[in-house]
């Protein structure tokens, strides 16, 4: 277990730890300032009411994303030191406008938020509850440039042994941003919608406080249905873009070791790496073809084609990402999206005939979708990320290259044994804040009481 398995070990645990808590966060402050526009519309205390409950969770929510993306940070410097100084110049630029235009704007009106339920008129206090909102998905955005360059490389140029930016521009249009974007935006406000069914539905098996949950789940399944739909229409986009910039992550996907014309979609396949082959394979015949080109024929290049061409390009060595995992991601995550659209479509249809609040069975069905909604955004990012491989960034630096050249595996060991045990006591203070807060329910709305606010010691009643 060398220092570059170690480092990729480690930010992969930073990562995923901090990817369960962002596209919840930039779900709800959307679904949230909705809540409040539509108070300030209709004057019903109820809609106040539910920003006011879904806000709570999403402040514990928030405030973990935030620690656990800041540590992230630090690995650029200890393990990754020669990604920093040969990508520095580009990837620098997203990440401070990224703290300059969208984190300082989501905590200002985050505070404004907390504090000003009582301090501002309705319509202001939704003001900033929409800036709370554009805040945290602009700063998704700059996130995504920075990591779109690494996917698909724009507007640079190469001098000195480092990548320095010559388009601004290029880099705000890269196509792969474009696609990708919305997708996680849409994968968040699904993920928004399955927390928030979820949770009703967990209430109303209770028959806790039945009006505020039922209203709550109708919201939540019509969110999750509705951007599960978009997320899929964006998913088709993006892979026929990914065909065409990044073809070896969808022949990896696809487990497609030959060219095909037309290719299939493989359903199921017993993956031999080692051999290059599918020991057994259960396919749709041309189905991959018309994924990419709408049409049941169309060439899709195979492993095997596109690793001699990287081998031509690059010189000797194995440019192939691990296909097993991917194949099977790609899978989970479309295996959850249509279940998250099935039940909700189910959901919804029994909501309109007022039935769903007496289906036991749907109910907990709504519960137990919780999890999936997180199975499908860890699946997708890990096929974006490791898709990839082994490049760090696609064509120009390879994984193995970007590793700090003084960091010893002993130092890296003890960093990730240290952050792990600090995010288990996090994650323990979250989920019990969390639970204590479900468990309440939304008897009591206010989000911070006089007292609390004059000695500023805590943000929940």
Same mark, same amino acid.
């Given at each position: 277990?060398?220092?570059?398995?170690?480092?990729?070990?480690?930010?992969?645990?930073?990562?995923?730890?901090?990817?369960?808590?962002?596209?919840?966060?930039?779900?709800?402050?959307?679904?949230?300032?909705?809540?409040?526009?539509?108070?300030?519309?209709?004057?019903?205390?109820?809609?106040?009411?539910? =920003?006011?409950?879904? *806000?709570?969770?999403?402040?514990?929510?928030?405030?973990?994303?935030?620690?656990? *993306?800041?540590?992230?940070?630090?690995?650029?410097?200890?393990?990754?030191?020669? @990604?920093?100084?040969?990508? *520095?110049?580009?990837? *620098?630029?997203?990440?401070?406008?990224?703290?300059? !235009?969208?984190?300082?704007?989501?905590?200002?009106?985050?505070?404004?938020?907390?504090?000003?339920?009582?301090?501002?008129?309705?319509?202001?206090?939704?003001?900033?509850?929409?800036?709370?909102?554009?805040?945290?998905?602009?700063?998704?955005?700059?996130?995504?440039?920075?990591?779109?360059?690494?996917?698909?490389?724009?507007?640079?140029?190469?001098?000195?042994?480092?990548?320095?930016?010559?388009?601004?521009?290029?880099?705000?249009?890269?196509?792969?941003?474009?696609?990708?974007?919305?997708?996680?935006?849409?994968?968040?406000?699904?993920?928004?919608?399955?927390?928030?069914?979820?949770?009703?539905?967990?209430?109303?098996?209770?028959?806790?406080?039945?009006?505020?949950?039922?209203?709550?789940?109708?919201?939540?399944?019509?969110?999750?249905?509705?951007?599960?739909?978009?997320?899929?229409?964006?998913?088709?986009?993006?892979?026929?873009?990914?065909?065409?910039?990044?073809?070896?992550?969808?022949?990896?996907?696809?487990?497609?070791?030959? !060219?095909?014309?037309?290719?299939?979609?493989?359903?199921?396949?017993?993956?031999?790496?080692?051999?290059? !082959?599918?020991?057994?394979?259960?396919?749709?015949?041309?189905?991959?073809?018309?994924?990419?080109?709408?049409?049941?024929?169309?060439?899709?290049?195979?492993?095997?084609?596109?690793?001699?061409?990287?081998?031509?390009?690059?010189?000797?060595?194995? @440019?192939?990402?691990?296909? !097993?995992?991917?194949?099977?991601?790609?899978?989970?995550?479309?295996?959850?999206?249509?279940?998250?659209?099935?039940?909700?479509?189910?959901?919804?249809?029994?909501?309109?005939?007022?039935?769903?609040?007496?289906?036991?069975?749907?109910?907990?069905?709504?519960?137990?979708?919780?999890?999936?909604? @997180?199975?499908?955004?860890?699946?997708?990012?890990?096929?974006?990320?490791?898709?990839?491989?082994?490049?760090?960034?696609?064509?120009?630096?390879?994984?193995?290259?970007?590793?700090?050249?003084?960091?010893?595996?002993?130092?890296?060991?003890?960093?990730?044994?240290?952050?792990?045990?600090? @995010?288990?006591?996090?994650?323990?203070?979250?989920?019990?804040?969390?639970?204590?807060?479900?468990?309440?329910?939304?008897?009591?709305?206010?989000?911070?009481?006089?007292?609390?606010?004059?000695?500023? =010691?805590?943000?929940?009643?």
């Amino acid at each position: 277990m060398g220092e570059a398995f170690l480092a990729r070990w480690q930010f992969g645990l930073t990562s995923t730890y901090h990817w369960l808590f962002v596209p919840l966060t930039l779900g709800l402050t959307v679904f949230i300032a909705i809540m409040e526009v539509i108070y300030v519309r209709t004057g019903n205390e109820m809609y106040k009411k539910m =920003a006011q409950f879904w *806000g709570k969770l999403f402040l514990i929510n928030f405030a973990m994303g935030v620690v656990t *993306g800041i540590v992230q940070e630090f690995h650029f410097g200890m393990n990754w030191s020669e @990604y920093s100084r040969f990508m *520095g110049d580009i990837f *620098g630029a997203p990440l401070a406008l990224e703290a300059l !235009t969208a984190f300082f704007l989501e905590s200002t009106f985050i505070g404004i938020w907390i504090f000003g339920w009582d301090r501002l008129s309705p319509r202001l206090h939704a003001t900033a509850a929409c800036l709370v909102a554009f805040g945290t998905n602009l700063s998704a955005f700059w996130i995504l440039v920075a990591n779109s360059f690494m996917q698909h490389p724009v507007g640079f140029a190469l001098r000195n042994g480092r990548a320095e930016m010559t388009d601004f521009g290029a880099l705000l249009t890269n196509g792969y941003v474009l696609h990708q974007f919305p997708h996680v935006v849409l994968a968040g406000l699904t993920t928004a919608g399955a927390f928030i069914a979820a949770i009703s539905a967990w209430q109303l098996l209770r028959k806790s406080q039945v009006e505020f949950f039922h209203t709550s789940l109708k919201f939540g399944v019509a969110v999750m249905v509705v951007s599960a739909v978009l997320v899929a229409g964006v998913g088709h986009l993006q892979a026929r873009y990914i065909a065409k910039v990044q073809p070896m992550k969808l022949a990896a996907a696809e487990a497609l070791w030959e !060219t095909a014309d037309p290719a299939p979609f493989a359903l199921f396949a017993s993956i031999n790496e080692e051999k290059q !082959t599918n020991n057994v394979e259960l396919g749709v015949p041309g189905a991959l073809s018309f994924l990419v080109y709408d049409s049941f024929q169309g060439k899709v290049q195979g492993i095997k084609e596109l690793q001699s061409e990287m081998i031509r390009k690059f010189g000797p060595g194995d @440019y192939v990402p691990p296909v !097993t995992p991917i194949f099977w991601s790609f899978r989970l995550m479309v295996i959850s999206g249509m279940w998250m659209i099935g039940i909700g479509l189910l959901g919804w249809y029994l909501a309109r005939q007022n039935q769903l609040i007496t289906n036991r069975l749907v109910l907990k069905a709504l519960f137990w979708t919780l999890p999936v909604s @997180y199975i499908a955004n860890a699946t997708g990012w890990f096929m974006a990320e490791a898709g990839r491989q082994p490049w760090l960034v696609v064509g120009l630096q390879t994984t193995t290259q970007g590793v700090s050249p003084n960091v010893t595996a002993a130092e890296i060991w003890t960093s990730m044994v240290g952050f792990t045990l600090v @995010y288990a006591i996090i994650a323990a203070a979250a989920v019990y804040l969390a639970k204590k807060v479900i468990v309440k329910g939304a008897a009591e709305q206010q989000v911070v009481t006089t007292a609390a606010q004059t000695k500023g =010691a805590t943000l929940w009643s």
